[in-house]
């Protein structure tokens, strides 16, 4: 069964700094993969998506990341943290047929 | 352009109640998903639902839950006799015609119903 592991329950970086958060798949056939935010009692929105081609994707606010099929990884980053960016990030995945597979999430905090 | 809506976005009950949760997609949709988020446990998929009819339910638990789409109206994921477990955010989907297959599976979220049961 298909299935998606965020390393990292809560991550904390300094306002200004690089944000990296960590997402990995299982997966015999490469999916579609997802990231969306969730900022505090709404719903989640789409951050970016990786589906075929160019394997850097670039999202909305400065977000982007990168498929790596030989590592099954697609981690999202952002050069510059902003306190706005503080929210819950969900990594997801879908083979294209199936509903998607969402992973725990990440809670970023940013600190000033 | 009205987004996915959800009603009701709080709703409390007792114990042995029931809940009723409606889902209005966004315009142009015709496929509806429900997924059930408990805290630190990320978003569980529960069912798939096109109109009048149920593509999979494979994450809908065995008993006290049901969800329909029907021809008119929203779709609406029901509850029966509430247990404290239950208590969770609900959310729904949506996705254009043709489904996962046409949409790479994509989806469109509404805000959420939390359902607190007492």
């Known amino acids: 069964a298909q299935s998606v592991t965020q390393l990292g329950s809560h991550v904390s970086v300094s306002e200004g700094a690089l944000v990296l958060l960590r997402c990995n798949y299982s997966?015999?056939?490469?999916?579609?993969l997802f990231w969306y935010v969730q900022y505090p009692n709404q719903g989640l929105q789409l951050l970016l998506k990786?589906?075929?081609?160019?394997?850097l994707v670039k999202g909305i606010n400065g977000f982007e990341a990168e498929f790596k099929k030989s590592e099954t990884s697609f981690h999202l980053t952002k050069p510059s943290a902003h306190m706005s960016d503080a929210a819950e990030y969900f990594c997801?995945?879908?083979?294209?047929?199936?509903?998607?597979?969402f992973g725990k999430g990440t809670r970023l905090s940013v600190i000033a | 352009n009205a987004g996915v809506m959800q009603n009701p976005r709080h709703l409390v009950r007792r114990r042995g109640q029931e809940a009723r949760l409606r889902c209005s997609p966004m315009k142009g949709h015709s496929h509806v998903y429900w997924y059930r988020q408990l805290p630190e446990e990320g978003l569980k998929f529960m069912v798939y639902?096109?109109?009048?009819?149920?593509?999979?339910e494979s994450g809908m638990p065995k008993e006290r839950f049901s969800a329909e789409f029907p021809k008119e109206g929203p779709s609406i994921l029901r509850i029966q006799q509430v247990v404290r477990g239950d208590s969770a955010a609900y959310f729904c989907?949506?996705?254009?015609?043709?489904?996962?297959?046409?949409?790479?599976?994509?989806?469109?979220f509404g805000e959420g119903s939390r359902l607190t049961v007492l």
């Open positions: 990786y589906t075929t081609g160019a394997t």
């Open positions: 989907a949506s996705s254009p015609p043709g489904g996962l297959f046409a949409n790479t599976g994509e989806l469109f």
């Open positions: 639902l096109q109109k009048e009819n149920i593509i999979d």
């Open positions: 997966s015999s056939v490469p999916p579609y």
């Open positions: 997801a995945a879908s083979l294209g047929n199936t509903p998607l597979v």
